[in-house]
């Protein structure tokens, strides 16, 4: 089946680069932001148990799901960007929490059709989004999210320290 393809490691060298989505209502779309911020807080995100990044939230927007995985309520987030720098890890890139954000609907309707979504189309940078056939493979470090997703980045993996 083919899926949305993001390369997390091509995006973090473009913070900048703002691709066009079909969602065309949004004031300020910026297309594969919210994709971008799903596959950061599920691959690159170390679950930390006392996490700073909620703590540093001044509206109380981010939350820890039941699974370990972060999730940040639009409708609360100001967009201060303190959960940003408080991340001892850099998962959260400034240019990446915006006030409001075009949620991505993996384009599925439009798929159905012969066309590619349109982030797929116009992005600037070649291989940070793609849709394609593709296989989960951790060796190449490419992971499934969800049904429609697919991500390249580094997965971070909690290994327990051997105690002498
Ligand atoms: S950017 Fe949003 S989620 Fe992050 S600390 Fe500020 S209000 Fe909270
Ligand atoms: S501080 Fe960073 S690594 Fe820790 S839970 Fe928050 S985003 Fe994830």
Known sequence: MKK????????RKHPEVAVPCSYFYHPDNKGVISLRELAAFAIICRQCDEAPCVKSCPQ???????????????MLCISCKSCAYACPFGTIIPEVIPYAVSQCDYCLDRLEGPEEPLCVQ?????????YREVEEDPEKDIYFVGEHLAVHARHWEKVEAEVK
């Open 4 to 11: 949305l393809f993001i390369d997390l490691e091509v995006c």
């Open 122 to 130: 116009q992005c600037p940078v070649g291989g940070m989004v793609d």
């Open 60 to 74: 109380d927007a981010l939350e820890k799901q039941e699974d370990g995985t972060l999730k940040r309520y639009n």
